[in-house]
Each structure stands twice: as structure tokens, then as C-alpha cells.
């Protein structure tokens, strides 16, 4: 079995547990080995389904990058009416979430060059890219009036502050929420007027 030919519920099974793992270690202290027992999977079905460490955490890191976007578009959908409310719901929503999801805890916590610190942060473009274009096209689709281009630059705005507050958090999600919208607040005000 190849990594391309997985099956995705096996798949699935090893990134529940690699986060059931990541609850209390770093990335760095998750050995190929630990996924499979903890999934009561051989060693060699975490090699099949996934072929190295790297590609295992680049799975990790996208699927709960996509899961928290899949969040945010129902938080904005929420506040479509009021753009500005929406980022900060959102950006809420998020943080309130990433104080306890294993992700941004193993982040956190990291040692200096842990991968998964790498892969959302210096090596992130596997990762930021596609969030960053998928909540350009969240923002671009609930507010059409919105150039492509200022779409771009809020979602990417957006993604890079809400992974710096979540992984050094200087105050509650709301507290942080309420400053990061005074920041952003105008300009979305600016290219999003809803008349």
C-alpha cells in the first residue's frame, strides 16, 4: 500500500492520533512508532499511509488548518451583515479554539526547530498558502465588493496574526480579538462597504 493509495479512513485514524499525542508532547517527542500504537496500528500502516514524519505532520498541520478555516466561514457567515464584527468573531473563534487544540499547544510548547513550528511558521507555505487563499475566497465570496487583491491581503493579514497571538498569546481571545479588529477594522470598513 502507497501513501496515494491509503485508505482514508486509516489515514484519518493516525492524525486523531497524532493529536490525541500532541495533547501532552511536543512534536518533537512523537515517534512514528507512538502514532501507531496509539491508533492500534502497525508501524509499517503509518509508513504505508504516509511514507515519513514530514509528511505525516504536513498532513497533521493541513487538516486542522483546514478544519479551523471550515470554523471561521461559519463565524463570518454569522456576521455577513456587519464585516467588521465578522473579523472579529472569527478571529476569536479561533483563538478561543487554539488555547486547547493540540496543534497550537505542540506549537507552542516547541523546542527551537521542531517541525510543526517550521511548517506553520518559517516553512509555512505548504500550509499558509492554501488557508491564506481560502480565506481570501471566504472573504471574496461573502463580500463581493471586495477586490481580489484587498481579499489577498486581509486573509493573509488575518492568517499570520491570528497564528502569532495563538502561539504567543498576550491576552484572552476576546481581549486580543478586540485589539486586532481596531487594527484591521478600518480597512475592512474601507474596502468592504456594505452602504
Known amino acids: 500500500m502507497s ?8 489515514r484519518e485514524q493516525l492524525l486523531d492520533a497524532v493529536g490525541e499525542l500532541l495533547a501532552d508532547r511536543t512534536w518533537s517527542r512523537v515517534r512514528m512508532a507512538d502514532v501507531a500504537a496509539h491508533a492500534g496500528l502497525s508501524r509499517q500502516t503509518v509508513y504505508n499511509a504516509y511514507g515519513n514524519r514530514e509528511a505525516l505532520a504536513l498532513a497533521y498541520v493541513t487538516r486542522e488548518a483546514e478544519r479551523f478555516l471550515a470554523t471561521v466561514a461559519e463565524v463570518v457567515a454569522a456576521h455577513a451583515d456587519d464585516p467588521e464584527r465578522a473579523l472579529r468573531a472569527a478571529l476569536e473563534i479561533f483563538l478561543a479554539a487554539a488555547e486547547t487544540h493540540p496543534l497550537v499547544r505542540a506549537i507552542s510548547a516547541a523546542e527551537e526547530g521542531d517541525e510543526l513550528l517550521v511548517l506553520v511558521t518559517t516553512g509555512g ?6 488557508i491564506t487563499a481560502g480565506l481570501a475566497g471566504l472573504i471574496g465570496t461573502t463580500w463581493p ?6 481579499a489577498a491581503l486581509a486573509a493573509e493579514t ?16 476576546a481581549e486580543t480579538a478586540e485589539r486586532v479588529g481596531s487594527v484591521l477594522g478600518p480597512y475592512i470598513r474601507a474596502e468592504i462597504d456594505l452602504g
Open 3 to 10: 501513501p496515494a493509495t491509503a485508505s482514508p479512513a486509516v
Open 125 to 130: 507555505g505548504p500550509v499558509l498558502g492554501p
Open 145 to 150: 465588493v471586495a477586490s481580489p487583491e484587498s
Open 158 to 173: 488575518l492568517v499570520r496574526l491570528a497564528i502569532s497571538h495563538a502561539a504567543l498569546p498576550t491576552g484572552t481571545p
